[in-house]
């Protein structure tokens, strides 16, 4: 994760739900049930529970394909299923949409065998970032304050050994530019953050242990928020 799926998809569904009747995004998590995914759909999709016998929590999952057909019914949609983890999800839901000529469907995974539903020709596969492009996003967030968003002379050398730690991972590059634009900008306080960095990646993959990090340097109140929040259902 972290490669910026989400984000280009959200610029292109922000960008085109305009020109389409019905539009709505789930994210489908790991722990996903069919019936709780139509139900998110058909809300999504306007529908308003008149009476206690038209209570979507009521309807089965037929129920719900053939009232989600109802209201699809010859318009022109776009579906958005965010982080799909195996292909039953799509199979299990596909009968619900009549008109897939008009209408459009985006998933976003990590899994290959997710993305082999889709033709070669309609699969888009997001590389990290270049180094260039890196540094450029890093120093964009770790100075922002700076009218140039340029890095220190003295700071270059380490700034580039710890974007080069993110492995091209835009969610990566963010999150720690963004730690150290609250830190002081000296050589000393960098290379304990490099060594921090270094220190998490030996238990952690790239963007786990970046977070990781982001999370410690939050307040003991804030990381408190933080775990209460987590305690909610996803």
Not at 13 to 29: G, L, P, Q, T
Not at 78 to 107: H, P, T
Not at 112 to 138: I, K
Request: aromatic letters at 10%; glycine letters at 4%; a positive charge.
């Amino acid at each position: 994760g972290g490669v910026g799926k989400t984000t280009l998809v959200t610029n292109v569904y922000d960008r085109e739900k305009i020109n389409f009747a019905a539009h709505a995004w789930m994210v489908v998590y790991q722990t996903y049930t069919v019936d709780a995914v139509l139900r998110k759909l058909l809300r999504k999709v306007g529908y308003v529970e008149q009476s206690p016998s038209s209570n979507i929590d009521r309807m089965d999952v037929y129920d719900l394909k053939e009232e989600i057909k109802r209201r699809l019914k010859d318009r022109k949609c776009l579906i958005v299923l965010g982080d799909v983890w195996n292909q039953e999800v799509y199979f299990q839901m596909c009968d619900a949409f009549q008109n897939f000529q008009a209408s459009r469907i985006i998933i976003t995974t990590r899994k290959n065998h997710v993305a082999a539903l889709a033709p070669s020709t309609r699969r888009l596969h997001l590389q990290p970032v270049g180094d260039t492009h890196a540094f450029d996003l890093f120093c964009r967030r770790a100075f922002f304050s700076r009218k140039s968003h340029e890095c220190p002379i003295e700071l270059m050398k380490v700034a580039t050994y710890i974007v080069d730690r993110c492995q091209g991972l835009p969610l990566a590059i963010v999150s720690i530019g963004s730690l150290l634009s609250s830190r002081p900008r000296t050589h000393y306080v960098w290379n304990q953050t490099y060594n921090q960095v270094r220190c998490e990646l030996s238990n952690n993959d790239h963007v786990r242990a970046i977070l990781n990090l982001s999370y410690h340097d939050l307040s003991g109140d804030l990381r408190n928020c933080f775990l209460y929040c987590a305690l909610s259902p996803k």
